[in-house]
């Protein structure tokens, strides 16, 4: 069975300063990667996902993640932060051939202006 | 384009009634997903359709739970005499094509109070 581990249930950063969130998973086959936010009272909405090819994926709102498979890790970073994106962020994770998404806990990002 | 959308938005109900939530998926979208998220935990997966047929329902906590897609658009997800612990949002997403690597489009979701 999958599992994804996101470890600081809480980030609280300063405003236009960096930011990593963490993500790591587990699982006996081949995944697929995604990153989601979550705005208050808003549905999830897709921020950026690793098919294959380059470990490096950028998304959208200035966002990136990159995939350590030797790591199993998937951490998310921004190099600067706006008070915009105060939000909750969930990894997920799908396997091969298997279409539904297994998510960690989430991270509650929140910006100090 | 119009997006997921889910109804009610907010649904109290009275321990052992019966409730109807309902999700209207993008226009032409082929698989539906629905999810519970609890207070402060990450969505956890209940049920998928791939156009009418129910896939994989593997996530139902319980046979209170039903789920329909009769024409492969609208789907209703059911919880029979509904108790305290079913307390949580009821997230529907959608994506265009079968396969895990698609992109899941989700609504607002439906907050269920039961009391």
């Known amino acids: 069975a999958q599992s994804v581990t996101q470890l600081d249930s809480q980030v609280p950063v300063f405003e236009e300063a960096p930011v990593e969130l963490r993500c790591n998973y587990s699982s006996s086959v081949s995944v697929y990667l995604f990153w989601y936010v979550q705005y208050p009272n808003q549905g999830l909405q897709l921020l950026l996902k690793?098919?294959?090819?380059?470990?490096l994926v950028k998304g959208i709102n200035g966002f990136e993640a990159e995939f350590n498979k030797s790591q199993t890790s998937f951490h998310l970073r921004k190099p600067s932060v706006h008070i915009s994106d105060t939000a909750e962020y969930f990894c997920?994770?799908?396997?091969?051939?298997?279409?539904?998404?297994?998510f960690g806990t989430g991270t509650r990002l929140t910006i100090i202006p | 384009g119009a997006g997921v959308s889910q109804s009610p938005r907010y649904k109290v109900a009275k321990r052992g009634q019966d409730v109807a939530l309902r999700c209207d998926p993008i226009s032409g979208h082929v698989s539906l997903f629905w999810y519970q998220q609890a207070l402060g935990q990450g969505p956890e997966f209940l049920t998928y359709?791939?156009?009418?047929?129910?896939?994989?329902k593997s996530g139902l906590p319980s046979d209170r739970f039903f789920a329909e897609r009769p024409e492969g658009s609208v789907s209703t997800l059911k919880i029979q005499r509904t108790q305290q612990e079913d307390s949580a949002v009821y997230l529907c997403?959608?994506?265009?094509?079968?396969?895990?690597?698609?992109?899941?489009?989700f609504g607002p979701g439906t907050r269920l109070l039961v009391l």
């Open positions: 359709f791939q156009n009418e047929a129910q896939l994989d």
């Open positions: 997920a994770v799908s396997d091969f051939g298997n279409e539904k998404l297994t």
């Open positions: 690793y098919l294959s090819g380059s470990t």
């Open positions: 997403a959608s994506s265009s094509y079968s396969g895990s690597q698609e992109t899941q489009y």
